[in-house]
């Protein structure tokens, strides 16, 4: 039985056009992410083998699968619900998400200066990979990290809340090498609702990492 299952989408293929055409959404989706996640349940099988028959040699491997596909189903969940038709702008308070908004002025300085930072993140990854806002429980601040491939080069512990894909099939059918243009672009789609509820939930739940001796 599959550990792992391929969420739907929380929207039509077209919802999000123009800014990602209904080609990239279907393909991105129903081939790519579902890859990650038959990856993940492919792996986790080769891993209770591997224990069963103490195969100690090849656990090293597995478990690097298991990270990659892992993180990447993980990564692309949230990024479908951090996309909406109806998104984009500057999360205000007016709209409900004022303590995202707060929370991103007090550890950015400003919105400005947290886009920024965001999009050249996300821009200039090396190889594969993600920008992301997260937030990191031990500084109890918001942070933006840059993910190389799915999982590496990231704090332990830190969150993620927003997510902006930056592997080439998330948009080289329509934007061909111009991944900035495709960046910029995702500023107009993304989902501040989805954003600050993720922000509340990771804020409720960051103080266990470090137990006081």
Partial sequence: MAVYTLPELPYAYSALAPVISPEIIELHHDKHHAAYVKGANDTLEQLAEARDKESWGSVNGLEKNL??????????????????????????????????????????GSYAGFKAQLTKAAATTQGSGWGVLAWEPVSGRLIVEQIYDHQGNVGQGSVPVLVFDAWEHAFYLQYKNQKVDFIEAMWQVVNWQDVAARYRAAKARTDSLILAP
């Fill in 67 to 108: 990270a990659f596909h892992l993180s990447g189903h993980i990564l692309h969940s949230i990024y479908w619900h951090n996309m909406t038709g109806e998104g984009g702008g500057e999360p205000l308070a007016a709209d409900g998400v004022g303590d995202l908004a707060d929370a991103i002025k007090e550890s950015f």
